[in-house]
């Protein structure tokens, strides 16, 4: 009895330092991690805190370009326009008797998506003279309170600036602006980045090691003009979002507020509008 009890005694002992030892240890761990995590959450604070600082400098520097493109740059029209502003751009046969009046914002997901699948089939009906092709590009999502940015506005510029190279320059490089690899995400404002907008440029054959252009970019020579098609785009009351399509004067719709987004849908609604 006395051997078995002694040696149960000394059992018990050895199991109540082993918890007392794995109590210690558990409070150990916890306090590295309280301390760990407080660090953690002071670095992210920190991040936060310069990121937002940053966020607003650029924000800041962004804002104060286009307010001085308002205020203080000339207009500078880019050839192959026509309008008081230069903001009347129609590209394809001038004895079509059809025109296909397209609005866009760069910075659209949704105005990406038509390009992706039905861009084509607009490009063709372009070259096959269908119908000449009116653009109207707004900038609204610039202005989103969610997500501003300068994305819309930096890309119009670059396209008037291609533009200014030719109609078919103007159609290639926005083509390359929309195509999936390049657009970025909505809440990403990339396209206020002058040297993104470049990148995007040399996948465009007439825009490729093209210095006139680069430079154009660079000094927001088309700055101005941006800014006044995106008061066109504005003025245009029957249009409230993008993308939207008029043939001939009368909006292109799937359904009562809803654009063609597929050739399938697009095409018949084409046909029905087409003057003979």
Not at 72 to 91: D, E, M, R, Y
Not at 93 to 117: G, I, Q, S, W
Request: hydrophobic residues 35%; proline residues 5%; contains cysteine.
């Amino acid at each position: 009895m006395s051997n078995r009890n002694s040696h149960q005694n000394k059992q018990a002992a050895r199991e109540r330092l082993r918890a007392e030892r794995e109590r210690q240890a558990k409070k150990d761990r916890v306090r590295r991690q309280l301390f760990v995590g407080g660090a953690v959450v002071a670095v992210l604070a920190i991040a936060g805190g310069i990121g937002y600082a940053v966020t607003n400098m650029n924000t800041d520097d962004v804002n104060q370009k286009w307010r001085a493109a308002a205020q203080k740059q000339s207009l500078v029209k880019p050839a192959h326009t026509s309008g008081p502003q230069g903001t009347t751009v129609i590209i394809g046969d001038k004895k079509a008797k059809n025109t296909l009046h397209v609005y866009e914002d760069m910075r659209c997901p949704v105005c990406a998506t038509f390009e992706k699948y039905t861009g084509p089939t607009v490009l063709m009906d372009i070259k096959d003279g269908t119908y000449k092709a009116q653009f109207t590009m707004g900038t609204f999502l610039d202005d989103n309170k969610q997500m501003p940015g300068a994305g819309s506005k930096n890309a119009l510029s670059a396209l008037g600036a291609a533009l200014n190279v030719s109609p078919q320059a103007f159609l290639d490089y926005k083509t390359a602006l929309y195509s999936p690899k390049n657009h970025p995400d909505e809440t990403d404002d990339a396209f206020a980045s002058d040297q993104k907008l470049i990148d995007v440029a040399q996948q465009v054959k007439e825009l490729k090691g093209n210095t006139a252009f680069e430079k154009a970019v660079k000094k927001g020579t088309y700055d101005r003009w941006a800014l006044a098609m995106s008061k066109t785009f504005n003025d245009t009351k029957d249009i409230t979002g993008t993308p939207s399509f008029k043939l001939n004067g009368k909006k292109l719709e799937v359904e009562q507020g809803k654009p063609p987004m597929t050739p399938d849908q697009f095409t018949p609604l084409v046909q029905q509008g087409l003057k003979k």
